[in-house]
């Protein structure tokens, strides 16, 4: 694929590889890897807004982020305007260069609340949505599936009214929210909203090795691709797609992310926490499964990494 910066309102980004709002698993110490490896722009895990507004101790604890993450971009979810756009201005996301919109979610506890992709029911309740968000002068950008079934595909309308509401770029998820993460993604749905739209269009779904981006981009003329479950499994990904040389090892990486979670959460929490993240890591991996059974079995971090230094892959 072609690798190119993409500019987002008054945003440049160092490339147009994306590592993907993955919630319980893109916080600050899984974006830093992602930024080590070369992704041109990371966002934080889903953040709602009625949750800053009302008990932001607990929403809040997602924002954090390392200086090394620039630019940098906070996803928010809800369904009511008028709180979104109060917290599009708050103190809570100043730091963030672009505020991204959650409107694919496909979740049933989200979808149930109005919230994620139940906003592809709605054209106009996402557009006043994105309206307001717009108010507080940050570039904004919007994810979204292709439709809720089959039967409903709307890409390129839904396309079109976030960019007629202000929307400065769109991530597609080229899956309908039924399909959850299954099936192969709709490319030609993907072009149809990058050939109907003057905003960048970023292609999100299936991506989880060189070839299944070059892929997209050729099958949907996108202007970039977002890595999801791929950069999970091996965040050196993104150095593979970018042609560029790897930093460390993946087992490197695999020891520095879990030190940085010590850092943050302390020595037993951030063991429960990297568990997971390790069953990504060692899908495919020869003598895997013991090794993810012996670390979902640790309360202490500093035991998890002397087992994945001894592990041999």
């Known amino acids: 694929m072609k690798i190119k910066s993409i500019k987002i309102g008054g945003v440049t980004t160092k490339n147009n590889v994306f590592f993907a709002p993955l919630a319980g698993f893109s916080d600050s110490a899984m974006r830093k890897i992602a930024v080590e490896c070369g992704a041109g722009l990371t966002f934080t895990e889903m953040v709602s807004c009625k949750g800053l507004k009302y008990t932001p101790s607990a929403s809040s604890e997602l924002l954090h982020f390392y200086p090394e993450e620039t630019p940098k971009?906070?996803?928010?979810?809800?369904?009511?305007?008028?709180?979104?756009?109060?917290?599009?201005?708050?103190?809570?996301?100043?730091p963030f260069d672009i505020i991204d919109i959650n409107m694919g979610c496909p979740v049933p506890k989200i979808y149930s609340n109005g919230e994620g992709s139940a906003l592809l029911n709605d054209i106009y309740l996402a557009q006043k949505i994105i309206t307001q968000v717009k108010k507080a002068g940050k570039p904004v950008s919007?994810?979204?599936?292709?439709?809720?079934?089959?039967?409903?595909?709307?890409?390129?309308?839904?396309?079109?009214?976030?960019?007629?509401?202000?929307a400065d770029l769109i991530t597609i998820h080229g899956r309908t929210r039924d399909k959850y993460y299954s099936g192969t993604p709709?490319?030609?749905?993907?072009?149809?909203?990058?050939?109907?739209?003057?905003?960048?269009v970023i292609a999100n779904g299936g991506i989880f090795t060189v070839k299944d981006a070059n892929d997209m981009m050729e099958k949907t003329g996108a202007d970039g691709v977002m890595l999801a479950r791929g950069a999970l499994e091996n965040p050196l990904l993104f150095c593979d797609i970018l042609g560029?040389?790897?930093?460390?090892?993946?087992?490197?990486?695999?020891?520095?992310?879990?030190n940085l979670l010590k850092e943050r959460y302390g020595v037993e929490r951030s063991a429960i926490m990297f568990r997971k993240q390790a069953a990504y890591y060692l899908k495919g991996v020869i003598g895997g499964r013991k090794l993810r059974d012996e670390i979902f079995s640790s309360t202490n971090i500093n035991e998890v990494i002397s087992m994945i230094l001894s592990a041999n892959f």
């Open 73 to 94: 971009a906070v996803q928010i979810f809800g369904s009511d305007p008028e709180i979104m756009g109060e917290i599009a201005k708050s103190e809570y996301l100043a």
């Open 142 to 166: 919007v994810k979204f599936r292709i439709g809720l079934t089959e039967n409903s595909l709307i890409t390129r309308d839904f396309s079109l009214a976030c960019q007629d509401a202000g």
């Open 244 to 258: 560029i040389k790897h930093p460390k090892t993946l087992k490197e990486l695999i020891v520095e992310q879990a």
């Open 186 to 200: 709709n490319y030609f749905e993907i072009e149809s909203a990058k050939n109907a739209v003057k905003i960048p």
